[in-house]
């Protein structure tokens, strides 16, 4: 009787159903007002930090350090072929997330934490939420993304292009798309 | 008996606009659904508080409900996974808590044993309900909190067989062993 029996998790599940009933009818008052003071002190707390996280992202030197140089990727691949992805070929925000999606693997498809240290700032879950989206996420965490993986000025500059223009064609109709399927299809 | 959910008031139809009206709404009921869980008034004063302060952070979503139901459901939901925050902190902050403390209301029938061993058995038990799949893990402490499948099903707005067979899937998954053994491939 001394030996503890091996207990089963799904034994216990019985038994601490029991013991949970015993507690029905037991509850103390708890305080609303208190409750709501403390709802109301994290809403001020995250208020304010959203407000120095805007200071922060408008300051010249935004939240991500430069690449170093270890951490950028070989530039040409296989006797000078390059299969870099391309963003300005992309012309929908889904077009746009697939070539990120690319540009990850073909940067050597590092993983989100790695990725998330490079950044210095954002997380890692934050940065595989929005590439596994196929709506555009915003320029801060688009930049956060090449920087992530490695890219260079002239990658950040590309992707921030392409951005900015896919974001802006949202409204302005057709016009520029079509001007840009053109000027791909312009291969002599 | 085991009056804590049923015979509250029908829900109002439309969803809460702002979150004051929902906590003064739903305090009472989830204050009573936390202590079910946890058996400690200051625990699931903590539990209930780090709810409401989630639904703060992600209250476009929780406005967005169609009905007061839905958010009374995404609630418990909240409130339970709190609940399971607690009690890991708990088993951190009081080193050997004995065991009546760490389940109020523990009788000696306990089948994992005696004393220290029925303490270490008990945080494998949660550890393993931590480990359930999301559907299944609600139920499973909603269950393990003593509420009927009844109950459960209307605290979560789904049929009672919804919940009388995440109660047996979760079952048949904590008899295959702790997660420890899981990985062994006993599967």
Partial sequence: ?188 | MTADWIGRPAPRHGPYRDIESLIRATHDELGRVAFRCLGHRADAEDALQAAFVKVLRCWPKVAGLATSAQQHAYLVTVVTNETLQIRRQVHRRRELPAVDEAEPGWTPDFPGGYGQTAREHLRLVWQAISGLPNENREVVILFAAGYEYKEIAEMLGVAVSTVRSHVSSARKRLLRGFPDDREEGLG
Wanted: aromatic share 6%; charged share 25%; proline share 6%.
């Fill in chain 1, 1 to 188: 009787m001394n030996e503890p029996t091996p207990v089963r998790a799904g034994d216990a599940l019985e038994w601490l159903h029991e013991q949970g009933k015993r507690r029905a009818g037991t509850a103390p008052e708890f305080d609303v007002e208190e409750t709501l003071r403390k709802v109301r002190a994290v809403q001020d707390a995250d208020a304010h930090a959203l407000a120095a996280g805007r200071l922060a992202a408008s300051s010249p030197q935004p939240l991500f350090r430069p690449p170093t140089r270890d951490d950028t990727v070989s530039r040409t691949s296989l006797r000078g072929h390059d299969f870099e992805p391309n963003p300005l070929a992309a012309t929908t925000a889904a077009e746009f997330m697939a070539v990120l999606r690319d540009y990850r693997v073909w940067s050597g498809d590092p993983s989100w934490r790695e990725m998330a240290r490079r950044t210095g700032g954002v997380s890692h879950s934050t940065l595989y939420n929005a590439m596994n989206r196929d709506t555009l996420p915003s320029l801060r965490l688009v930049r956060a993304i090449v920087v992530g993986c490695g890219g260079n000025d002239n990658d950040l500059q590309e992707f921030s292009a392409a951005w900015q223009r896919i974001q802006e064609n949202r409204e302005g109709g057709f016009r520029l798309v079509r001007h840009a399927g053109e000027h791909i299809g312009q291969t002599p």
